[in-house]
């Protein structure tokens, strides 16, 4: 490492980070989540996860990043904003969340991650490194924490205090010795602006995400039919739900992102309800093509309008 210490170290991937795109880049050292193992162990007893067979599966690797990538010392938090210029209009319109308004942001993100593990190879030699987007198998949003790049709110989501929470999150474990930032506190105070806010009652216990009301997890990773009961709350959200976060005070502070794969493609963004309603699926895999949404598939988008 040419004789650099944990903190220059630490400075070089930062800017690194910094010039490929990211937004934010913070360092915890791998001390194990071992303190929230009862959390997690309650929340899975009351099957509070719902479908969400993951969470259940890499229970003990979520929990210790050196049974996934041996010899880990530090995990990196790096954010990415997703933020976009203009909302697309939701008069006479379904709703798609904003983060998938441009390319599959699983893609983008691995891909930036991958330059910036070929940089700290190349910087620093041989090194046990691992990127994860969205993984199962990583506590995403606890390391998040540790690392000082937001807290856990009470929509459960990742907030940085001064840029809000519209940011995709990706974690490196790796076996360089990196210096720690400090843990990020809670600044969510006596606001309850996302639990009075949720139309589906899904953060009624705040900070604790009822997972089986959520319209997120509803349209997108849900396989089942959706109670009436609920769908009718949906209010012409499609592909997820970002109210939680448009009523965040933190939220004010959002600026739009620079990601070129983020901006939604003139393919879809001039549709309105009645051009939804219609879609074949050929035009459904032809649109869709390089974006989250082809995730779920046709009959799915299909199964969630109303
Ligand atoms: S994403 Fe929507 S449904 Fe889910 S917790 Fe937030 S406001 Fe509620
Ligand atoms: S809306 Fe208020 S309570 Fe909810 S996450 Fe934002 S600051 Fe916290």
Redesign the pocket.
């Known amino acids: 490492m040419g004789g650099k210490s944990s903190e220059e170290l630490k400075e070089i991937i930062r800017h690194e980070a910094m010039r490929l795109g990211f937004s934010h880049c913070g360092v915890a050292r791998n001390d194990t989540l071992e303190e929230l193992r009862p959390f997690y162990s309650d929340f899975i007893g009351r099957k509070g996860h719902a479908g969400l067979k993951y969470l259940e599966t890499y229970f003990e690797k979520r929990l210790h990043p050196e049974l996934v990538l041996e010899g880990t010392k530090s995990v990196i938090a790096l954010m990415m904003n997703y933020f976009p210029q203009e909302t697309i209009p939701e008069e006479d319109n379904f709703i798609i969340s904003r983060y998938a308004y441009g390319n599959d942001y699983h893609v983008v993100m691995k891909n930036r991650m991958k330059e910036l593990i070929n940089f700290m190879k190349s910087a620093f030699g041989d090194l046990q490194v691992k990127a994860f987007a969205d993984s199962g198998v990583v506590a995403e949003k606890a390391w998040a924490q540790r690392c000082g790049v937001g807290w856990q709110g009470k929509?459960t989501l990742i907030i940085n205090k001064s840029a809000g929470s519209f940011y995709f999150i990706g974690i490196i474990y790796t076996d360089l010795e990196l210096e720690p930032d400090t843990s990020e506190t809670d600044h969510c105070g006596t606001c309850h602006n996302?639990v009075t806010?949720?139309?589906?009652g899904?953060?009624d216990t705040p900070y604790q995400?009822n997972i089986g009301r959520?319209?997120?997890y509803l349209t997108i990773e849900n396989r089942e039919e959706i109670p009436g009961e609920i769908k009718n709350k949906f209010n012409n959200r499609i592909y997820g739900?970002d109210?939680?976060q448009d009523v965040c005070p933190f939220n004010r502070l959002a600026s739009p992102h620079s990601v070129a794969e983020f901006i939604p493609s003139e393919s879809w963004r001039h549709l309105r309800k009645k051009d939804w309603l219609t879609l074949p699926e050929q035009d459904f895999n032809r649109i869709f093509r390089d974006s989250a949404i082809k995730r779920i598939g046709y009959q799915i988008l299909k199964r969630n309008m109303p």
């Open positions: 929509n996302c806010a949720c139309p589906t899904a953060l995400l959520c319209i997120s739900c109210i939680c």
